[in-house]
Nanobody
Framework: QVQLAESGGGLVQAGGSLRLSCAAS????????MAWFRQAPGKEREFVSA??????????ADSVKGRFTISRDNAKNTVMVYLQMNSLKPEDTAVYYC????????????????WGQGTQVTVSS
């Protein structure tokens, strides 16, 4: 059974940091590109960051570039994907979703086949 499970969300003050984790199991996810998307209340889901299957290539939305870092660990049966979020801003408040797509990365949410349930990140001013 394919499962993507996010964790690490919470409430943090502006300027603080959080580290999100995504555990991907049920398939050979080391061949899958992984990404983080987020959705704020009343807004569409938006791309945050993506990482290639081998971890060599990373991509970021302009709004998070320089503050967020995506990484992955393919060493175990369960592939782990991380999103280190620094210098958080109130506008980063959203539900953050982990997503997986076979082979290459994409910034388009419709290209991703597997999704987690999401984890809430709230940044207070």
């Amino acid at each position: 059974q394919v499962q993507l499970a996010e964790s690490g969300g919470g409430l943090v003050q502006a300027g603080g940091s959080l580290r999100l984790s995504c555990a991907a199991s049920g398939r050979t996810f080391d061949s899958y590109a992984m990404a983080w998307f987020r959705q704020a209340p009343g807004k569409e889901r938006e791309f945050v960051s993506a990482i290639s299957w081998g971890g060599r290539f990373t991509y970021y939305a302009d709004s998070v570039k320089g503050r967020f870092t995506i990484s992955r660990d393919n060493a175990k049966n369960t592939v782990m994907v991380y999103l280190q979020m620094n210098s958080l801003k109130p506008e980063d408040t959203a539900v953050y979703y982990c997503a997986a797509r076979y082979s290459s990365t994409s910034r388009n949410s419709v290209d991703y086949n597997y999704w987690g349930q999401g984890t809430q990140v709230t940044v207070s001013s």
